[in-house]
């Protein structure tokens, strides 16, 4: 059961050919066989995802069902999942119950959706790697001594070890599309806004997106569906109508005009990275799309940029984590200074402390003007960049990684270089446009990605781009070796 798409297991389930339960069980069974060794997930709510299999049984029967009803996902570990542990991948969040539910997952519960639990991540998603969770390093199923990604690793991992059906991740410069990338998978990030950030824990305000993660894009269009819309409980969501995703699947590529971003296939780029991009540009071509040359002249700005904004605003949202309300608190405080100076101190991991004293220094007086305020001007550069190339082409075709997956370990010790894995995939959180990845094929065993990049809320159009891509190759059927 587990090699069937979401799409084809919807169909099953509505068929009756099989129930939820059964399907639920035995993605429960896959876990407990195959994440000793993966480490993608950080809780798994057995109970839980056999009663609401339960539940979506009985709707399929009444003949109310969604397409997602009975369906087995997981979640990112930094959606709040009512009476279920959300952590963060931190030791701070460590005992953490969450008392409420996200809008991302109760429209999925809404929907009839099973949770099978809650996947590992890079610590309160900063990272790229999935190897600075409190938890532990999760492993690629690829190559278990490579890295998944990150930091939604977690969550790329559990869906290409077919440990789910899909899974939600989350997106502030490349967390969904470079794990996506790095293991075979679809993952959509969606245009800043379109899915509510409610109940979702913040890293940077301004540039996380939630989205999901699967097998194909038309797995990803039918869980889109769920997670579009807006939210009046977040003041960023966006009120704008969401569109029917799965059914523009199959329009014909004919006249659609893609934009080669000089920048993005210059030196650092892999030779086997630049030649799937390559081929898949010609496929493009077989399909009816017209290839253009573009220019993003302030690309090589993001990195810089990116690393004071979302720092600093990082500093800030984590500064309610300090041992009085909730999560961690150290033993036996001296008075509050120590109360507040040593639970901040042994909850948070060296990456998390690094990037909350970079934005805290980026944010304080003296230095607002030099570092925040000039990044935030680049940012504007950044945007309009975009604008103007959109009004060339319908869509941008990139890399999501330089080099395919690295090895455990092999960047850990230098930031600079594991920051430098993002290049590619910054630059859409910034001007918080859309973009996709999709697998474009295979080095010495170790999938290569590239992402599709469009205007705002053109989440169906991309979907529909990847998808007829996905028709004329099979990269995203294929599975890593015993899984």
Not at 421 to 427: A, E, N
Not at 443 to 472: D, T
Request: proline share 5%.
């Amino acid at each position: 059961m587990h090699d069937k798409t979401l799409a084809a297991l919807s169909q099953a389930l509505q068929s009756k050919t099989i129930s939820s339960v059964e399907l639920t069980q035995h993605y429960l069974q896959r876990i407990e066989q195959f994440d000793q060794t993966l480490n993608s997930y950080i809780t798994v709510t057995a109970d839980l995802a056999l009663e609401q299999a339960k539940a979506a049984d009985a709707r399929i029967a009444a003949g109310s069902a969604t397409p997602l009803t009975g369906i087995p996902l997981a979640h990112k570990d930094l959606f709040c999942t009512q009476g279920v542990r959300t952590s963060c991948g931190s030791k701070m969040l460590d005992n953490f119950i969450a008392p409420y539910e996200s809008t991302v997952t109760a429209r999925f519960i809404e929907a009839g959706a099973v949770t099978l639990g809650k996947t590992n991540l890079d610590e309160f998603a900063m990272g790229s790697s999935t190897e600075s969770s409190f938890y532990g390093p999760t492993r690629n199923p690829w190559d278990t001594e490579r890295v998944p990604g990150g930091s939604s690793g977690g969550s790329a991992a559990a869906v290409a070890a077919r440990l789910c059906a899909g899974a939600t991740g989350t997106d502030t410069g490349g967390s969904i599309r470079q794990p996506a990338g790095f293991t075979a998978l679809t993952g959509l990030k969606p245009t800043y806004g379109r899915v509510s950030r409610w109940g979702m824990i913040a890293y940077a305000s301004s540039l996380d997106q939630g989205g999901p993660m699967a097998r194909t894009a038309e797995d990803c269009a039918i869980m889109m569906q769920v997670m579009a819309g807006f939210d009046a409980k977040d003041s960023t969501s966006v009120d704008e109508p969401v569109s029917n995703y799965t059914a523009e699947l199959n329009a014909p590529l004919k006249g659609l005009r893609i934009g080669l971003p000089k920048e993005y296939f210059a030196s650092g780029l892999d030779a086997a990275t630049a030649d799937a991009i390559h081929a898949a540009v010609k496929q493009f071509q077989t399909l009816g799309a017209e290839i253009k040359e573009i220019s993003l002249p302030n690309a090589e700005l993001a990195i810089p940029a990116y690393y004071v904004i979302a720092p600093a605003e990082a500093s800030s949202n984590l500064s309610r984590f300090d041992g009085v309300r909730f999560g961690y608190r150290c033993e036996n405080p001296s008075d509050l200074t120590d109360l507040y100076k040593r639970s901040r101190g042994e909850g948070f991991g060296d990456e998390v402390k690094r990037r909350i004293m970079v934005g805290a220094y980026a944010l304080s007086a003296g230095y607002y003007d030099a570092y925040y305020l000039q990044a935030q001007k680049i940012r504007r550069l950044i945007k309009n960049d975009f604008l103007a190339a959109y009004e060339q082409v319908d869509v941008i075709l990139c890399p999501t990684s330089p080099t395919p997956p690295f090895k455990i370990g092999e960047k850990i010790d230098d930031p600079v270089s594991l920051y430098l894995t993002d290049i590619y995939t910054i630059t859409a959180n910034l001007a918080g446009v859309p973009g996709i990845a999709l697998p474009a094929g295979f080095a010495q065993g170790l999938p290569l990605g590239m992402q599709l990049l469009g205007p705002y809320f053109s989440e169906a159009r991309l979907l529909n781009i990847a998808h007829q891509y996905q028709q004329v190759t099979d990269w995203h059927h294929r599975a890593p070796a015993g899984y």
